[in-house]
């Protein structure tokens, strides 16, 4: 009897134990700092994320980690909003909250949330077009990375040249066989227009800039469109050049005509000597052989003694550019005695070899050399 007391002792004191234990245990793994719900936010590419708690303001910083970066955050709702670094965007959220976008987006907690934060960078169109005959490369709709750089390349065909290139709605003033967009940072437009030599269609506007050839453009302050037409005239000067340019339309303001000329056997004070004038024929340009912009008796003498001299020639003084100095030369010079003469000069760019001048009507515009050059 004595043995069986104990053993039902023992029972008793070994049943408590083990409720004693039992009950311990949420007392181990109580959340001391309050409700234990914990919240991990993975970034996918390059930004940050901002959770506020909505009932207390507690702020927390989420930024790329491996692993991601957890945080206790308590029971409620906090306020997650998403920030994109330079030239990355806010994509989407995946994880518990899958299938949204919507920044800032509200998220209530639970016992381990889990979010991701997608990032995508920022890519641009560029729009390629080209008009007339010729092509650029690339074209169409081009994506652009952001900061990145673009070039496009313009090819005309046969017996065709670059009449207009227009960026963004501008018209360049340069004529260039490409052009190249630089840390790119938002869409744009550029479209190059083809056109026949010697011909360029002019749309209506302002500022308008087109080109008859690699050798003359022309920049409208206003006008309502047509078509220009250009044609190169001999000049027996070297280093000049001269054109015939008319319009087919109305025009407000003045026009600048810039004309490429080649330096070859030019000094810098020679190129910084030339004049864009305007005149009324080819005839009257060459026969001002001393260039000071008048055609009067001295020039008449000059080609007059030239051909006294019998087989003396220059080229210059050949006015009708048949090989030979003689009389038909100085009937030429005569015949355009008092002929009208218009500097119409504004620049002239050494490096590029071109002059430009204002104009207000179009006839004859030549790179004459100044007063003195000779």
Not at 121 to 147: C, H, M, R, W
Not at 278 to 283: A, C, G, H, L, Q
Request: proline fraction near 2%.
């Amino acid at each position: 009897m004595v043995k069986r007391k104990v053993s039902v002792f023992a029972s008793t004191l070994l049943l408590f134990c083990m409720v004693a234990i039992a009950l311990s245990i949420p007392l181990v793994q109580a959340d001391v700092g309050g409700v234990g719900k914990f919240l991990t936010i993975e970034i996918v590419g390059e930004g940050s994320v901002t959770a506020i708690k909505v009932e207390s303001g507690e702020t927390w910083d989420f930024y790329w980690a491996d692993p991601p970066i957890t945080e206790k955050v308590g029971a409620g709702t906090v306020e997650l909003e998403a920030f994109a670094s330079n030239g990355w965007e806010f994509s989407c959220w995946e994880g518990d909250l899958a299938g949204t976008s919507e920044n800032p987006k509200d998220y209530k907690t639970v016992k381990y949330g889990y979010v991701i934060a997608v990032f995508i960078q920022k890519t641009f169109t560029i729009t390629a077009s080209a008009a007339g005959n010729g092509f650029i490369d690339p074209v169409g709709e081009v994506l652009v990375e952001y900061g990145t750089s673009q070039t496009f390349e313009f090819t005309p065909d046969e017996g065709n040249h670059i009449s207009a290139i227009i960026v963004d709605g501008v018209y360049l003033s340069s004529l260039v066989q490409s052009y190249t967009f630089y840390d790119v940072t938002a869409d744009h437009m550029i479209e190059v227009c083809f056109s026949a030599d010697g011909t360029a269609t002019v749309p209506a506007g302002t500022s308008v800039t087109v080109f008859l050839s690699s050798g003359a453009g022309l920049t409208f302050d206003d006008t309502d469109g047509g078509t220009a037409t250009g044609e190169e005239e001999y000049y027996p000067v070297g280093g000049a050049t001269a054109w015939e340019i008319s319009v087919t339309f109305d025009f407000t303001g003045g026009v600048t005509v810039t004309l490429h000329y080649d330096d070859t056997g030019l000094s810098l004070i020679d190129e910084l000597n030339l004049r864009l004038v305007r005149t009324d024929s080819i005839e009257a340009l060459c026969s001002d052989v001393n260039y000071d912009l008048a055609v009067d008796g001295q020039d008449v003498s000059i080609v007059a003694n030239a051909v006294k001299q019998g087989d003396w020639y220059k080229r210059a003084l050949d006015i009708n550019n048949d090989g030979f100095v003689d009389e038909t030369d100085i009937h030429i010079v005569n015949v355009n005695k008092g002929a009208y003469f218009e500097d119409i000069t504004d620049g002239i760019n050494t490096d590029l070899n071109i002059i430009w001048g204002t104009t207000y009507q179009f006839s004859i515009f030549g790179v004459h050399f100044g007063p003195g050059a000779f």
